[in-house]
């Protein structure tokens, strides 16, 4: 399976889909990432500060994310944070991803391995 | 110190990656660390830091062995690469044990020297972090105070507590979420399974809420528990309900014959539970029984003072917030009550610093010192593997030359010296658990806390930690200094004088010079510790003490109702007891010398004016059977002690100590003056008799005034200790003695049996303990220092060979050759004493609350240090010396 951009899907590593999945919807520093990925997870995932961000290092290389502004809203603290945002090339990829599952998910279905969504 | 820790993880990353993340690594290491998950149990903190390593690890090699991965997938090839690099990793270990195999002498060297020196840090650090570190076993225990009466004009700081007052603390106080008194005592029970002194505690029932206990069984104490009226109820440790009543789950309800009363069992209390505390007058050896203190009215408004009382600080509210604010609540009642609270204010001391507050200082002592034992330990083993460096020089160049790099080199190089670091700190573990169990067995009365001491995850934690950072350390040096060296000279020149030359021998030199500084700060301090022993040794305590045997009774108040009753008792008793055939003396005393705290309080001489209220003279008061001073050799100044004529209806008589006299009447006699003592009524006695001071705590006591009475004349506690002055086995003592209180009261039981010379060994017990604990390293320095100092003059013995050789071809003596080695040797001695001297007189205000009776810096102590010093040195150097002067010229110059 080939998605547009010639890459193959479903090869997101899991910490880089959940940091991609967690910015798909706000901006947010680095622990933020973690507490948001942690909240979903159930506490499954508990990401270590070098883990993520060797994976930022990276998604930001590959264009997929950057760092922006402080949004106004977020508290002022002490420490000036970093704060990431989504690029279109990684929501493209966490889109081809998302889309990727959930043609297996369909197919799980239909092959009677999980509960029909209500 | 945690900060420093994690900046010291992020060096493992590539230079780039830390430059861009550091600030923004270090936000994330702070937000997490107090991330609820961490702060629940115990052990979060250990979690925390195993998955913040392991974090750090792992990352730090992918981005250092895939560092050109620029995607965001599962890589094949980053995951080949790191196989690749595992391998590597697994190689040099596997070097590095045939190496170490290959020479199994140089190995055990090592290894004895690392796990000598990280098994004493293990064993230290482990005491320290169970006794002191770890936090108490209670609820948030950080905010539990213990509140005490301070009193500024006489400078106590932590007196125990009026009743009166303590109603008004807890009724007017806005800073505790609690407040509870506690006390300990002995008692004894009856019962078919015979009597015993068992240890209780009286305490409020907000105690256990403060504390956060719950019941193992039934319930805990209640408020309704304290009210007089409300029936009598106690509470069980686990251990008592094992030991007594055989874990019967079907205890509650039962009834427990205490002091002569019933009791109903209403709950027991879960396992591990134990508060030590902190004042006891009369306790036993384990805390059995935890009943409600019940105050009536007229404990309410009681003068004296006597509770101890703890408090948890309500959320949000600092310690200095509420020292503040019990302060002027005490400056209130001062200006309310004067002649009551005259000079009396109240002092908060955090539960931990009560606990553990002594022993603080000489644990932290210790620890420093075995940090001293490790540096040496490292720079032995460092000029170890310089020494074999030297030899590995060819070994080098040749995988060099086959196309090793330089840093996989050092790697190599490294990697052995963890490994070696690695294996020293497992058996530096053992050696650790070794000597903790034989701590535990050696000292277990002055330490608080001793039953918590365990090897836990924390101290295997930190020895993994000192392994691999004393690896990195002994390592660190040779590694770079054979690698820096010009691998293809070596090569060509058959590697025998590679890497030698001046500037290896000065770094060699150097380690040496740092052994034996920091050797001789180390025996400076266990010097210090034994002459200050030796002081405390010679102090005289001002009674005989040998061959005493002494034994605890206490009279239950049914059994004995009247004052009467029990002056009875306790005369005839000591009448027998001196009958006992082989008793040279005996006699009967409240509160005994070494056997704990004591009864004060404030008094006056009525041919003085009479001071203002609250700068009353206090005495210590002591009620005594007629023989006393006699039987313990407290020797007679002036007057008489007491007579069989002093008895209740007679006048009353009082005894006071040599310093009571000297204060109130310098200068002239005080026999036939009057003082006054108030209690209850005020008490006044004519002075018959000047006695010597007896330190009652051991050496270290400040002495104040004493006041004895005759017990026949008035006696307010039901509790005496009746001691034995006979050369005979302390055994048969107590079995005699057993069979005459039975003759008296079948029901009594005796307690707190033991040797004098015993009390006043546990008093000296800790003083003793450190010193040892210090000399111990100290001569471990010492050792591994001169095995520095032989090594580093055999080595340059063996490598001037030939020009001792030609010296000698050209004439010179052989007693020249050797004073030239013995002077080489001197010469960095006398450095090392010099930086030594300096470091020990730098580091000697530390020990300025360990010692007695001399100054830190002590000359007899430096220079005996010095002389003791410079001799195991001459001597380690002595041996190459006198090989060198050996030294046949012709074989060492055909050599070359």
Known sequence: MRNSDGSLAGNLSPVVFQILLSLADSDLHGYGIKLEVEKRTDGAMNLGSGTLYEAIQRLEACGYIKECDTPPDAPSGARKRRYYRLRVAGREVLESELAQMDKIVKYARRKKLMPQAR | ?896
């Open chain 2, 1 to 896: 110190m945690s900060v420093l820790l994690f900046r010291l993880l992020l060096l493992l990353y590539p230079r780039s990656f830390r430059k861009k993340y550091q600030g923004e690594l270090l936000g994330f290491f702070l937000a997490d660390r107090s991330h609820p998950r961490y702060k629940r149990t115990l052990i979060g903190p250990v979690r925390f830091w195993i998955k913040t390593v392991w974090d750090a690890v792992k990352t730090a090699h992918t981005l250092r062995m895939g560092g050109d991965r620029s995607s965001t997938g599962r890589q094949q090839k980053g995951h080949t690469r790191r196989i690749g690099s595992m391998d590597t990793f697994l190689q040099d270990i596997r070097y590095a044990i045939r190496g170490m195999l290959r020479q199994p002498g140089f190995s055990l060297i090592v290894l004895t020297t690392l796990a000598l020196g990280i098994g004493a840090n293990t064993a230290v650090f482990g005491v320290l972090n169970s006794v002191v570190l770890r936090p108490l076993p209670y609820q948030d225990p950080e905010d539990l105070v213990f509140v005490w009466e301070k009193n500024y004009l006489r400078d106590v700081d932590n007196n125990v507590v009026s009743p009166a007052n303590y109603f008004v603390w807890k009724e007017q106080n806005n800073v505790f979420s609690g407040i509870g008194t506690i006390s300990e005592m002995s008692a004894s029970i009856t019962g078919e399974a015979g009597p015993e002194q068992v240890g209780m505690v009286y305490l409020s029932p907000s105690i256990f809420n403060l504390l956060g206990t719950r019941p193992q069984l039934g319930r805990l104490l209640v408020e309704n528990d304290e009210r007089p009226g409300f029936g009598r109820v106690v509470v069980l440790s686990d251990g008592f309900w094992q030991r007594r009543f055989g874990s019967d789950p079907d205890v509650i309800g039962e009834s427990v014959i205490l002091n002569g009363s019933a009791y109903e069992v209403v709950g027991v209390l879960p396992r591990g539970f134990d508060f030590e505390v902190p004042v006891s007058f009369d306790a036993a050896d384990s805390r059995d029984l935890w009943i409600p203190t019940q105050f009536d009215e007229n404990a309410r408004a009681a003068r004296g003072r006597w509770l101890q009382v703890l408090a948890r600080l309500k959320p949000g509210t600092s310690l200095e917030q509420a020292q503040n604010q019990m302060t002027s609540l005490a400056s209130r009642l001062e200006q309310e009550f004067p002649e009551f609270q005259a000079g009396w204010s109240i002092n908060l001391v955090p539960l931990h610093t009560q606990m553990v507050g002594e022993v603080r200082t000489p644990l932290f002592m210790l620890l420093g010192s075995v940090g001293f034992v490790l540096l040496i330990a490292c720079a032995n083993v460092a000029n170890l593997l310089l020494a074999r460096g030297t030899g590995r020089q060819r070994e080098v160049a040749v995988r060099a030359a086959l196309g090793a790099g330089r840093s996989r080199v050092i790697r190599q190089l490294i990697t052995e010296s963890t490994v070696l670091a690695v294996f020293g700190g497992a058996a530096g573990l053992m050696l650790a658990y070794a000597a903790i169990q034989a701590l535990i067995a050696f000292n277990p009365q002055n330490l608080p806390r001793v039953n918590e001491i365990t090897i836990d995850l924390v101290i295997v934690c930190f020895t993994v930690g000192v392994s691999i950072v004393t690896g990195l350390i002994f390592g660190a040096v040779p590694a770079f200094r054979v690698a820096s060296s010009d691998l293809k000279t070596s090569l060509v020149e058959g590697g025998e004088r590679g890497g030698t030359g001046l500037k290896y021998n000065r770094m060699r030199g150097g380690l040496v010079v740092a052994e034996f500084a920091l050797s001789m700060i180390l025996l400076v301090g266990a010097g210090l510790l034994i002459r200050s022993f030796g002081e405390l040794l010679d102090v005289d305590v001002g009674f005989d003490s040998s061959d005493v045997f002494t034994a605890q009774l206490a009279l239950p108040n049914n059994a004995y109702p009247e004052p009467s009753d029990r002056i009875r008792f306790f005369e005839s008793l000591v009448d027998r007891v001196q009958a006992v055939p082989g008793v040279t003396a005996a006699s009967a005393i409240t509160f005994m010398p070494f056997g704990g705290p004591g009864s004060a309080t404030s008094f006056w001489a009525n041919d003085r004016e009479i001071p203002d209220d609250g700068e009353l003279p206090v005495a210590d008061i002591r009620w005594v059977h007629r023989d006393f001073h006699s039987a313990l050799g407290v020797p007679l100044v002036a007057g008489r002690t007491f007579l069989p004529q002093d008895t209740e209806d007679a006048p009353l008589v009082a005894v006071i100590n040599t310093t009571a006299a000297n204060q109130i009447w310098p200068g002239e006699s005080s026999l036939g003056k009057t003082i006054s003592m108030p209690w209850g009524d005020t008490l006044v006695a004519e002075v018959v008799g000047v006695v010597g001071d007896v330190l009652h705590n051991g050496p270290t006591t400040e002495v104040r005034p004493k006041i004895y009475w005759d017990h026949r004349q008035f006696n307010t506690f039901s509790q005496m200790t009746v001691f034995i002055r006979s050369p005979g086995d302390p055994q048969s003592i107590a079995t005699s003695l057993r069979q005459v209180v039975a003759d008296f009261d079948p029901d009594l039981p005796l307690y707190n049996l033991q040797n004098l010379e015993t009390s006043y060994s546990e008093i000296l017990a800790e003083d003793r303990f450190v010193m040892l604990a210090l000399g111990l390293f100290a001569l471990v320095a010492l050792c591994l220092a001169s095995v520095g100092i032989y090594g580093v003059m055999s080595y340059s013995v063996n490598e001037k060979a030939r020009e001792i050789g030609i010296k000698m071809a050209l004439g010179a003596r052989a007693s020249a050759v050797t004073l030239q080695v013995l002077g080489s040797g001197a010469a960095l001695l006398g450095i090392a004493i010099g930086l030594g001297l300096a470091g020990s007189l730098a580091l000697s205000r530390l020990m300025s609350g360990l010692v007695f009776g001399i100054s830190t810096n002590d000359p007899i102590t430096l220079a005996a240090v010095t002389v003791v010093l410079a001799a195991v040195a001459i001597a380690a150097c002595y041996l190459p010396a006198r090989r060198a002067s050996r030294i046949d010229p012709m074989k060492a110059l055909r050599q070359e």
